[in-house]
């Protein structure tokens, strides 16, 4: 809802210009439309008459008009150009019909009105050889237009004066009004477009990093898959993951971890090409487009710019801080044809990585999808494991080698799966570590 303004004030315009090229024609102007001295004499008389016989001192009031004089067309424009540069426009003005040799009262009017729009005007004349309506139709604006009969009376002047008067302070008050409502509502308008623009930002971006998020990277995909289809080339998708960002999110805590991924997508973007994108898929994995590769081994190189970028430390809360990717790679068409098949190859080349050391990049190859299938069933598991109590502990003696007595027992955990068998603890312990789920684990073991 739009604010509710008071409403100010009309200002008051007694502003009148005459255009006549008869000087007696202004001396009878002036008598009835400013106060002369006898008038204010008079008046003073009356006032002067009631209070020493006690009558009611009502005395009328005159209105006492400002009024300027031009003898020509030309001059009355001129003059009205001046007013409103001066900004103390007039509110209206008689214009006689005839005023050889030079513009006859339509002409002037004509050029009034695009000196000043708003000027309200009376149109005298002694003559009845002019067809009024086709007056109107040629000026227009027939509701600031007035016809006056010479001779005209005095309260016919004084009332044309008065209401013409009036009706321009109303227009622009009026005016004024409409202009401050549109103000308003531009404002307002200008308001709500700035929060749809952020709205449609934290739509399609990340709100910690300020990258791209899923939404737009699926559209940045479609978009690169139709030019490399168009053009007949390739693109890559390199997905990239921070290697034991779990391990800093849990000892620095969560907002250290939010600055170490602001700084790892400033030093991604600077990495890449202003055609390719970088977008934050959630968590610590970005994913990157890389448009218009010519071979492989260009998204090789990427890669390796990549791992390079983000070797330097980075300084939070007073630590120096490395991390390093394990990236996936997966190249348009030749590694899948659609968007969600390039994602799941590049993420399957991604745990390829991790498995070979971490900190290093791998493109996708037949069957390595497989493998990031069995670790997201491994991990399945591994939750029904604790439920299902599948652990088992394992005590292995240690033995003095010089008296053969037994010093100590060393427990070993084992997962016995229902498929799988003798699950070894070198494929669970990482993952446990890696999903959260070694405490669980561990307490199990000490009680």
């Known amino acids: 809802m739009l604010p509710v303004r008071n409403s100010p004030t009309a200002s008051v315009n007694r502003r009148i210009l005459i255009i006549d090229?008869?000087?007696?024609?202004?001396?009878?102007?002036?008598?009835?439309?400013?106060?002369?001295?006898?008038?204010?004499?008079?008046?003073?008389?009356?006032?002067?008459?009631?209070?020493?016989?006690?009558?009611?001192?009502?005395?009328?009031?005159?209105?006492?008009?400002?009024?300027?004089?031009?003898?020509?067309?030309?001059e009355g424009v001129m003059m009205a150009r001046h007013a409103i540069a001066d900004g103390r426009p007039y509110a209206m003005a008689f214009v006689d019909m005839r005023m050889p040799p030079g513009w006859d009262g339509l002409e002037t009017i004509e050029h009034l009105w695009t000196v000043d729009p708003d000027l309200q005007v009376v149109i005298c004349s002694a003559h009845t050889d002019y067809d009024w309506t086709e007056v109107v139709q040629r000026l227009g604006h027939s509701d600031k237009l007035l016809v006056l009969r010479k001779p005209a009376e005095p309260i016919e002047v004084l009332q044309c004066a008065t209401a013409l008067s009036r009706k321009w302070e109303?227009?622009?008050?009026?005016?004024?009004?409409?202009?401050r409502l549109e103000e308003d509502i531009m404002t307002r308008t200008r308001g709500l477009e700035a929060a749809n623009r952020q709205l449609r930002h934290l739509a399609t971006h990340d709100p910690l990093t300020g990258l791209p998020n899923r939404v737009l990277l699926d559209d940045r995909m479609a978009q690169a898959m139709a030019h490399a289809d168009r053009d007949g080339r390739?693109?890559?998708?390199?997905?990239?993951?921070?290697?034991?960002?779990?391990?800093?999110?849990?000892?620095?805590?969560?907002?250290a971890g939010d600055e170490l991924l602001q700084e790892v997508a400033r030093r991604l973007t600077a990495v890449v090409r202003t055609t390719d994108t970088v977008a934050r898929f959630g968590g610590d994995e970005f994913v990157l487009v890389a448009n218009s590769i010519g071979e492989p081994a260009d998204a090789q190189k990427l890669a390796a710019s990549v791992i390079e970028a983000l070797v330097a430390p980075v300084r939070i809360a007073g630590i120096d801080i490395?991390?390093?990717?394990?990236?996936?790679?997966?190249?348009?068409?030749?590694?899948?044809?659609?968007?969600?098949?390039?994602?799941?190859?590049?993420?399957?080349?991604?745990?390829?990585?991790?498995?070979?050391?971490?900190?290093?990049?791998?493109?996708?190859?037949?069957?390595?999808?497989?493998?990031?299938?069995?670790?997201?069933?491994?991990?399945?598991?591994?939750?029904?494991?604790?439920?299902?109590?599948?652990?088992?502990?394992?005590?292995?003696?240690k033995v003095d080698a010089r008296t053969g007595i037994v010093r100590s027992a060393e427990a070993l955990i084992r997962w016995v799966?229902?498929?799988?068998?003798?699950?070894s603890p070198a494929d669970f312990i990482p993952l446990a570590e890696e999903c959260g789920l070694i405490g669980v684990i561990g307490e199990w073991v000490i009680r």
Do not use: W
Not at 33 to 62: C, M, N, T, W, Y
Not at 171 to 177: A, C, M, N, T, Y
Not at 334 to 358: F, N, P, Q, T, V
């Open 417 to 423: 799966h229902p498929e799988r068998g003798t699950v």
């Open 170 to 179: 109303n227009d622009r008050l009026v005016k004024d009004q409409v202009g």
């Open 21 to 74: 090229d008869n000087a007696a024609i202004h001396q009878d102007f002036r008598k009835v439309l400013s106060v002369q001295p006898e008038h204010s004499a008079q008046a003073a008389l009356d006032l002067l008459e009631a209070d020493i016989f006690g009558k009611d001192a009502r005395a009328a009031v005159r209105p006492d008009f400002d009024v300027d004089s031009a003898y020509q067309g030309q």
């Open 234 to 255: 390739s693109f890559a998708l390199l997905a990239c993951d921070l290697d034991r960002f779990k391990l800093i999110n849990d000892s620095l805590g969560h907002r």
């Open 322 to 397: 490395h991390t390093s990717p394990s990236i996936g790679i997966a190249v348009y068409p030749a590694d899948g044809g659609s968007i969600d098949a390039l994602l799941a190859h590049a993420d399957a080349a991604m745990y390829a990585a991790k498995e070979r050391g971490r900190g290093n990049a791998q493109r996708y190859a037949t069957g390595m999808h497989r493998g990031a299938e069995n670790s997201v069933q491994l991990e399945s598991d591994l939750y029904a494991a604790i439920a299902a109590k599948q652990f088992e502990l394992h005590y292995q003696p």
